[in-house]
């Protein structure tokens, strides 16, 4: 009888040392972090060309924004520019999930300045305008940073 308690015991403390080592190893099969694929970093380098060109054109808008041009300032945020809202989202639903959020939040900040600056130049507002075009620029490189490129792309699979 003693023996038949000894077994059960020694058997209950044998099931809580392997539930134990069981439950605090850890797994060899780990998930690798998404990357992109080459194909990917491709298309999204066709998409961020034309963006890259709207950004070398930004100083346009700071010359009529100097020249207190007003007219042709909200002609420019609506003409030029007028695409730059579709083109970036479309490039942020394009990026990593983590980093979707940061492209995001550059982006809606950027149509934000921009906004700014119409408002200015409805109101004929120079420093207004001048200080939301500066952000704006901000903003505009913050989104371009997170634009993975074919030779420093983190994680291309």
């Known amino acids: 009888?003693?023996?038949?308690?000894?077994?059960?015991?020694?058997a209950l403390m044998l099931a809580l040392v392997t539930t134990c080592l069981v439950s605090c190893g850890s797994s060899a099969a780990t998930t690798p972090p998404p990357a992109y694929t080459t194909q990917q970093v491709?298309?999204?380098?066709?998409?961020?060309?034309?963006?890259?060109e709207?950004?070398?054109?930004?100083?346009?808008?700071?010359?009529?924004?100097?020249?207190?041009?007003?007219?042709n300032v909200a002609t420019y945020i609506h003409g030029p520019l007028g695409s730059l809202r579709q083109t970036m989202s479309y490039l942020t639903r394009q990026l990593l999930p983590q980093e979707q959020k940061a492209a995001s939040e550059a982006a809606n900040d950027l149509?934000?300045?921009?906004?700014?600056?119409?408002?200015?130049?409805?109101?004929?507002n120079y420093e207004l305008a001048i200080?939301?075009?500066q952000e704006a620029l901000i903003d505009f490189d913050r989104f371009?940073?997170?634009?993975?490129d074919a030779s420093n792309a983190a994680g291309v699979a």
Do not use: G
Request: aromatic content about 8%.
């Open 54 to 71: 709207v950004r070398e054109k930004m100083p346009v808008l700071k010359t009529r924004i100097n020249n207190r041009d007003w007219v």
């Open 1 to 10: 009888m003693l023996m038949r308690r000894y077994r059960s015991i020694l």
């Open 144 to 148: 371009l940073k997170l634009i993975p």
């Open 111 to 124: 149509f934000e300045h921009l906004q700014k600056i119409d408002t200015a130049s409805q109101s004929r």
């Open 42 to 52: 491709e298309q999204i380098q066709r998409t961020v060309s034309s963006l890259w």
């Open 131 to 133: 200080k939301n075009y």
